[in-house]
């Protein structure tokens, strides 16, 4: 399977051959080296197949066998993983790209000490699914380096002050970052985040998007409008790689300049570094007008719901989806960034050689600076981390500048 072909203005990327870990061949397994620890429990993600839409609904499911099965394996509940999402009008985009369908993708509550792999294959069974599976968690891709203050090399190794002698971006460019939330009255980072002001904070969904007060972003672990850090800084950090207010007096600058920024948290409440709703982010972010997407998070377990969702923001929404490659030291696929159409980033130093941290594998599409990067933290603060996490903020500011057009596969 290709991966994808990305076009920038300056830059052509090859395709690369990749392949996500899925189950349509109707019989699951976990992938090697995952888990208990990798998926949550008690939890499977589902895709009910075409011909069964009309026995599908936004509560529930009535086809007789899969119903049987999931009593079987102790479901209490059922629900749509991306309400009121309907069926695309038309089957291809205008390169002839098959456009994502998440109408008929649910989430079914099992007995947690139920066997995950026993559960699915009991549903696949069933012959009505086009694929099921866990629902994988994600962690956050960087390492602390101990606190250790350093100034912001990369800019200079990325030309930025050159190229804002040409391009300083443009406020109507949006980033979404989805991680675990930001620091919105960060002075570095408050003036540029992309408020909503057709839905102002008072208790109306003013705008009918479905979300109430979502003003400054949205917190899709907890359904409400606080997408404010809490236990991880990793969030605020790739806030200001990406988006840290420039030519302000203040703090650090960004590459992109005057770009805004969308703040989409996704952090699991009880996790510091747990990303468990990521996928779910990516949406929201392509839903809310956002045309660069950074996931600077990931882990070894692929499946076809993330497939879904990056095909939904690209080809669907027209987005581009930016991804931490990952921190594994070694040559292994990570996901999301390993994805077709998702835009896959590893780490370099300072020397532009590849960050000791940095993961390498077939499915990297570019290398930025990612070692000592120094950016903003929660409660007005600022430090160095390293980490493909912040990779690919930077990378998704330069990429703001491009253009960008996805040619027929």
Not at 64 to 79: D, E, F, R, Y
Not at 290 to 295: L, V
Not at 331 to 340: E, F, G, K, S
Request: glycine share 8%; aromatic share 10%.
């Amino acid at each position: 399977m290709l991966k994808r072909y990305i076009m920038l203005s300056l830059l052509w990327i090859a395709p690369w051959i990749t392949s996500a870990t899925n189950n349509t061949t109707g019989h699951f397994t976990l992938p090697a080296g995952i888990s208990s620890e990798d998926y949550q429990q008690g939890k499977v993600i589902f895709k009910v197949k075409d011909s069964y839409r009309s026995l599908c609904t936004a509560t529930g499911i009535n086809i007789q066998p899969l119903n049987v099965a999931l009593n079987n394996i102790g479901c209490t509940a059922v629900s749509k993983m991306f309400p009121g999402k309907e069926k695309p009008t038309t089957e291809r985009n205008a390169m002839h790209q098959q456009y994502a369908d998440l109408s008929l993708i649910y989430v079914a509550q099992i007995n947690p000490s139920a066997s995950i792999v026993k559960a699915i294959n009991a549903m696949l069974a069933t012959g009505v699914l086009i694929y099921a599976e866990p629902s994988y968690i994600y962690k956050t891709n960087f390492t602390p380096n101990d606190g250790q203050i350093g100034s912001q090399w990369f800019l200079t190794k990325i030309q930025a002050f050159s190229a804002w002698d040409t391009q300083q971006g443009d406020t109507s460019v949006v980033i979404g970052i989805v991680d675990s939330g930001t620091d919105w009255d960060h002075p570095d980072l408050q003036n540029n985040i992309k408020y909503n002001y057709a839905d102002p904070i008072n208790g109306v969904d003013d705008d009918n998007d479905g979300y109430i007060d979502n003003y400054r972003g949205w917190d899709m672990s907890m359904n409400d409008n606080n997408p404010m850090v809490d236990m991880s800084d990793h969030g605020s950090h790739v806030s200001g790689c990406a988006a840290a207010t420039t030519n302000n007096g203040t703090g650090v600058a960004s590459p992109g300049f005057n770009c805004k920024f969308l703040p989409v948290k996704c952090a699991n409440a009880t996790s510091v570094t747990t990303i468990d709703r990521g996928y779910e982010g990516i949406v929201y972010a392509a839903d809310h007008g956002c045309q660069i997407i950074n996931c600077s998070w990931g882990g070894s377990a692929g499946g076809s719901v993330g497939q879904d969702a990056i095909t939904y923001a690209t080809v669907n929404k027209g987005a581009l989806v930016v991804c931490s490659a990952g921190n594994t030291y070694t040559d292994i696929a990570q996901y999301p960034a390993a994805y077709n159409y998702a835009f896959s980033v590893a780490a370099t130093n300072s020397s532009d050689e590849k960050s000791s941290f940095s993961t390498y594998n077939y499915s990297v599409d570019i290398s930025a600076p990612g070692s000592n990067i120094f950016s903003t933290l929660y409660n007005t603060s600022y430090a160095s981390l390293d980490g493909t996490s912040m990779s690919a903020p930077i990378t998704s500011r330069l990429r703001s500048h491009s253009k960008i057009t996805i040619p027929d596969l």
